[in-house]
């Protein structure tokens, strides 16, 4: 839809609209909101279900009293070298240092001023961090963080969300300073006059011909995100002439309990489990990142494939709300023996069981896994095992932003008004699925929300006293 031209037209004002709930729009509005200005936050699902509450909850972030607390001592550039490793060097520098930076300060802001309830993660590491660093909702789950943002939104006398409101377009000036945005609320469409817009609305992984158009690889694979993460974000502001970067990222996941769509924590693979396929033998290094990784196992046979684990990481998934919920479904088998086990998962037994050897060796430092993993751990009976597939979670690229949040046109001059983050922002993973480092995106989400909040509130005051 071309960008609406009207600008004369509207139902009522407000000073920051924020487009969508997810952490980005609800950190946003709150970062506003608490620097004085008013922040309406639309979201157009009834009972909004963003990637931000599906997610793990996981936020990176160097340097926080947390950290130390449990004696880890590094810096945010720590951080902004290991998404570089992993990203091999094609994040923009700027941007990935500044937000690695604000990272510690934004961890104890939510905790400190936003009252989320957040815990350091130290039983284990995702692939590509040299530290322990992520912090998250005890229940590790998105669904807690959503929650807490949530209750300050609601709290907040100056923040309202307001949801089953789809912004189905931006009204602009003729120099395309962004004036407004149309609504659409039930069977009412508002015309919304505000001074700054914030797109928090997420990526297009939920937009089928977008997907086939920029990150083809995953269009037949499952989609694990929010199903209002459709792209219009990222194409307003293209119709704005606004500059995009990476549009072929995307960040995937190599294990989604299959047929019954349920996330199992990496951190099973990532503290020894492995992988196999219907014939029962590995097919990759499982811990190199379970965003590649999930390519390789959608190229397996009927592209699922099965981790294989033991008590020790069956305990450590416990600790995940979602692998609870996967034990109760029954997709966690369990069996004595890995004959046993291979006979519950419908694999065949005698590979298995060679497989099971080789990977013992390697774990043993007797020879050098055939994919190259070297962090194999010796497995111990009783054996698990879960059929899995691989999963589309989110898109990684958008539109370009600077330091503030602010979206940059290919002059490199912002856009006036409109501020960009989380997954409508190009992001830190470089290009296709392998740049992803766990955090790229509560990090985006999140930092982009502050920093875009703050920003606009203090763009509104300065403007007024002007
Ligand atoms: C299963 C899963 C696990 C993950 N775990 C982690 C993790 O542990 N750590 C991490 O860093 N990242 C994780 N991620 C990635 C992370 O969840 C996302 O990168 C991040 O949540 C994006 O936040 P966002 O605010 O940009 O988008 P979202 O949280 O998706 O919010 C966007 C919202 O905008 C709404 N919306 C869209 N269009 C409109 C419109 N036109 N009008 C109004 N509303 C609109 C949507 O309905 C949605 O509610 C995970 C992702 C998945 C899928």
Redesign the pocket.
């Known amino acids: 839809m071309a960008i609406d031209r009207d600008t004369t037209n509207w139902t009522f004002e407000t000073d920051v609209v924020v487009?969508?709930?997810?952490?980005?729009?609800l950190t946003a509005a709150i970062a506003a909101a608490q620097s004085g200005v008013e922040a309406l936050v639309?979201?157009?699902?009834n009972r909004?279900w963003?990637?931000?509450?599906?997610?793990?909850?996981?936020?990176?972030a160097a340097g926080t009293r947390f950290q130390r607390a449990a004696g880890i001592e590094e810096g945010p550039e720590d951080l902004a070298q290991d998404i570089f490793r992993k990203n091999h060097g094609s994040s923009d520098p700027e941007i990935t240092r500044h937000l690695a930076r604000v990272a510690p300060q934004m961890v104890e802001w939510l905790v400190d001023d936003v009252g989320v309830d957040l815990v350091f993660v130290d039983d284990f590491k995702y692939p590509g961090h040299s530290q322990y660093r992520m912090h998250a909702p005890p229940s590790r789950t998105?669904g807690a963080l959503v929650a807490d943002l949530r209750r300050a939104v609601e709290a907040h006398p100056l923040t309202e969300l307001i949801t089953g409101?789809?912004?189905?377009n931006l009204v602009a000036g003729s120099d395309d300073e962004v004036l407004g945005v149309v609504v659409e609320h039930g069977t009412r469409i508002e015309r919304v006059r505000t001074r700054k817009i914030i797109l928090?609305?997420?990526g297009f992984a939920g937009n089928p011909e977008m997907v086939a158009e920029y990150c083809p690889a995953m269009i037949d694979a499952l989609y694990?995100?929010?199903e209002?993460?459709?792209g219009?974000?990222i194409l307003w502001g293209m119709e704005l002439g606004a500059a995009v970067a990476f549009m072929d990222a995307f960040?995937a996941?190599a294990s989604v309990a299959t047929p019954h769509g349920i996330?199992i924590t990496y951190a099973l693979i990532m503290e020894g489990g492995f992988q196999v396929n219907s014939v029962g033998k590995r097919f990759g290094n499982e811990s190199s990142g379970y965003s590649e990784h999930a390519l390789e196992v959608l190229a397996q046979p009927g592209g699922v494939a099965w981790d294989i684990y033991d008590r020790r990481l069956h305990l450590l998934g416990l600790n995940f709300d979602d692998y609870r919920q996967a034990v109760e479904a029954g997709a966690i088998r369990q069996a004595d023996t890995i004959e046993d086990l291979a006979l519950e998962l419908r694999l065949p037994a005698t590979t298995l069981a060679q497989t099971l050897a080789d990977y013992q060796n390697c774990a043993a430092g007797e020879r050098v896994g055939p994919f190259g993993r070297l962090d194999c751990r010796r497995l111990e009976g009783p054996f698990y095992g879960v059929k899995v597939t691989g999963a589309l979670?989110?898109t990684q690229g958008g539109l370009l932003v600077d330091n503030e949040g602010r979206v940059l046109k290919k002059d490199g001059s912002p856009i006036p008004n409109l501020y960009a983050?989380?997954?409508?922002a190009a992001g830190l993973s470089g290009h296709g699925a392998g740049g992803y480092f766990?955090?790229?995106?509560?990090?985006t989400?999140l930092g982009y929300g502050i920093l875009a909040g703050r920003h606009a509130s203090q763009s509104i005051k300065n403007e007024a006293g002007a």
Not at 50 to 60: D, E, F, Y
Not at 421 to 424: A, E, T
């Open positions: 487009v969508g709930s997810g952490g980005c729009g639309f979201e157009k699902q909004p963003s990637n931000t509450a599906r997610s793990g909850g996981m936020i990176p998105g409101a789809s912004v189905i928090a609305c997420n694990f995100g929010g209002g993460n459709t219009e974000g960040q996941h996330l979670f989110h983050g989380g997954g409508v766990s955090g790229n995106g509560l990090l989400a």
